[in-house]
């Protein structure tokens, strides 16, 4: 596949290797879209007046003492979120540069507002990570602290709305070289589990590196932002987000002069607790 892009250094959202890297892959084209089902049982309902909040924490700069490098590149991550999300009609709130305490504090009281006429609500988490933990620009956190702020017996005003969460982090530092291969019915009173309700995307799957292009973002969120934007109006939500792993999957791969990482490739991976159909059409 050859290369159509601007060139520039890809990188990873860890605990970053000493690696001079080149540039990525593009698009070489996804198929058509397919027909909306007609179920509204099975849907969540987009009947509010507002789509809902989208928080996007970015962190680029890190203290000295967590041995972090500068995330170049993820600058393009958040302008490409904050338009696509835009455009699907959330509101965007950016906060650049976060401590740990900053993020907690943060999501803590934006699962206290009330998301009352809200259809749901969206995080982007973009920042060095390990498996099951993001970081501040001082420290690490646990994710699962933070998810658990939106849970149905803390956040109310979410409870049995969508709660997408999209992370752009480094899970681990393992490589994969990859392999050649060929070419609902409706009660009065229900009770739904705390845990319900929530999408976690992950830029790569467990124990992997995440991949950054400096001058165009990482292959993650430009293909999570491409994809909504092509097929938001017309596919549900896990069938965008098996696109976006179509896009990572085979159109990207690292080009770098460090041995053992030239050729790399990554794999996204989708965690879904929701229980219905998701259309971000309103």
């Not at 009330?114 to 749901?120: G, L």
């Amino acid at each position: 596949m050859s290369d159509r892009g601007p060139r520039g250094e890809d990188t990873v959202d860890g605990r970053q290797v000493n690696a001079k890297q080149g540039s990525y892959l593009t698009d070489a084209g996804v198929d058509q879209t397919d027909a909306k089902p007609h179920s509204d049982v099975f849907q969540y309902n987009m009947n509010y007046p507002s789509l809902g909040q989208c928080v996007i924490i970015n962190n680029k700069n890190f203290q000295r003492n967590t041995g972090l490098k500068v995330r170049n590149g993820t600058e393009k991550d958040e302008e490409n979120v904050k338009d696509t999300f835009s455009n699907l009609g959330f509101k965007i709130k950016i906060c650049r540069d976060q401590t740990v305490s900053q993020i907690r504090y943060l999501l803590t009281e934006v699962s206290k507002e009330d998301h009352s006429k809200s259809a749901m609500f969206a995080c982007v988490l973009l920042s060095h990570g390990e498996d099951g933990r993001i970081f501040g620009t001082d420290d690490c956190i646990e994710l699962k602290e933070l998810f658990a702020l939106f849970r149905g017996d803390c956040c109310k005003s979410l409870v049995g709305k969508p709660k997408l969460f999209f992370i752009q982090a480094c899970r681990g530092s393992g490589l994969d070289a990859g392999i050649e291969c060929d070419s609902e019915s409706e009660e009065e009173t229900q009770r739904i589990p705390v845990e319900a309700d929530f999408l976690y995307v992950y830029s790569t799957a467990p124990g992997y590196y995440s991949w950054r292009n400096v001058a165009n973002g990482s292959w993650f969120i430009s293909s999570l932002c491409e994809m909504l934007s092509k097929y938001s109006k017309q596919l549900e939500i896990m069938q965008i987000m098996t696109r976006v792993n179509h896009k990572v999957a085979l159109d990207f791969k690292s080009c770098s002069n460090l041995p053992g990482f030239d050729g790399m490739k990554q794999i996204p991976c989708i965690v879904s607790m929701l229980t219905k159909e998701l259309y971000l059409l309103k």
